[in-house]
């Protein structure tokens, strides 16, 4: 792969690197301590473009390529310390967007995508449920097909963006017999009677990224409201995945070289025993191992981004995915632990980063998961299929 960017995307990477320090830098530790999502934050990622960067111009959109989105959100992540709100962004943008854009009507797209691209309308995607996370197979949430409608009952569990979002993506199955198969996408609206959102469990990080659990109750939603074909939910969920595994992480990369910067200074500051602590092997020796650590994320994060225009099965997204999110909090650990005790204080944000990361690792699927997703790729299939391949 080539890796010589052009100028249009150099230009893009700086502003929202420079846009992300200057605009989205203010009151993270106290909104993080308060659990509160960045409304403010959020109007001005859509105002530079951030919420639509991979969706068609004709929608609203950048229309940037994936390779390209990677590269720009590294540099949105060095800038912004708000982990929190950049997966927020994320859920919506790749979650959200993407399979509307990819399996919607056109009259979906027309009515939808501008909205969510201007951050007009906030976007959330309900799978999991309290006995279905990595096992999506024992999905519960029922639809009926009704007159002009279908009907939806069930429960989701740990939805990102569900406490502020106008639309929904949700999975329930036409037929629990059929299994995954038998899973269709439904776009539910806020305000559509029978639906309730209510908040979750409070967080050990991603503080700032508000989440939800969601009740159907005979939610009624109009046949016009499917995404896709019926039974088609396994489709759209697969490339769902796909894409976000990708990409979700990308601004990680930038946090992880901020974090690796901040190291470097303070080892060729810091003096004990009367040296720097550059000097010292074990110290200079852990930095070598974080940059390694982040140029192995960074490659295999544009070598996925590029997978997605074109391959089909590829185990890249997991691949970005696993090894992004394991980096990250090894990388974060090592940088709280050369900074001493300074490391250890909220003042130094540090360990936030270190508790968003523990979050990562889980979102989009656990590191176990990612490892039996791509053991099953590779023609092993431990345990059995694995979903979401």
């Known amino acids: 792969m080539d890796f010589t960017w052009s100028e249009a995307q150099l230009a893009l990477h700086q502003r929202l690197r420079t846009f992300a320090t200057r605009e989205l830098a203010g009151d993270v530790i106290d ?3 308060a659990q ?3 409304r403010v934050g959020w109007e001005r990622c859509a105002a530079e473009g951030v919420l639509g960067l ?4 004709e929608y609203g959109g950048l229309g940037c390529d994936p390779v390209t989105c990677a590269f720009v959100l590294e540099g949105l992540g060095y800038g912004c310390r708000d982990n929190g709100l950049l997966m927020s962004a994320g859920a919506h943008v790749w979650a959200v967007e993407v399979p509307i854009w990819t399996f919607g009507s056109s009259q979906q797209k027309q009515r939808l995508l501008p909205e969510l691209c201007a ?5 959330a995607h309900a799978i999991t449920e309290p006995e279905a996370g990595s096992d999506a197979l024992s999905l519960r949430a029922h639809a009926r097909r009704g007159n002009g409608c279908y009907v939806l009952n069930g429960r989701k569990r740990f939805v990102t963006n569900g406490p502020i979002a106008d639309v929904l993506i949700v999975y329930a199955t036409i037929d629990p017999d059929l299994g995954f198969t038998g899973v269709t996408t439904f776009l539910v609206e806020r305000d559509r009677p029978g639906l309730r959102i209510e908040a979750d469990q409070p967080k050990f990080g991603l503080r700032t990224a508000p989440w939800a659990e969601i009740l159907l109750e005979n939610c009624e939603v109009p046949i016009g409201q499917r995404l896709g074909a019926e039974k088609q939910g396994r489709a759209i969920f697969a490339t769902t995945m796909a894409w976000e595994r990708a990409l979700i992480l990308a601004p990680l990369l930038g946090a992880m070289q901020r974090q690796i910067d901040g190291c470097l200074r303070f080892a060729q500051q810091r003096k004990q025993f009367g040296h720097r602590i550059g000097s010292f092997q074990s110290v200079a020796h852990t930095i070598v191992d974080m940059q390694v650590r982040l140029e192995s994320a960074r490659l ?3 070598k996925a981004a590029a997978e997605l ?6 185990m890249f997204s997991e691949m970005a995915k696993l090894q992004t999110s394991e980096a990250a ?3 974060f650990l090592e940088a709280l632990n050369i900074h001493g005790g300074h490391g250890y204080t909220i003042d130094a944000e540090i360990e936030r980063d270190l ?3 523990l979050g990562m690792r889980i979102s989009s699927g656990t590191s176990a998961m990612q490892r039996a997703v791509i053991a099953g790729k590779l023609g092993l299939h431990p345990g059995g299929k694995v979903v979401g391949q």
């Open 36 to 38: 509160g999502f960045s």
């Open 329 to 331: 909090v090894q990388t």
């Open 31 to 33: 909104r993080d301590q």
């Open 300 to 302: 295999l994060t544009y």
């Open 309 to 314: 225009e074109g391959s089909t099965g590829s």
């Open 54 to 57: 991979p969706i068609p111009q």
């Open 355 to 357: 508790r968003d990361a």
């Open 119 to 123: 951050g007009r309308m906030i976007g």
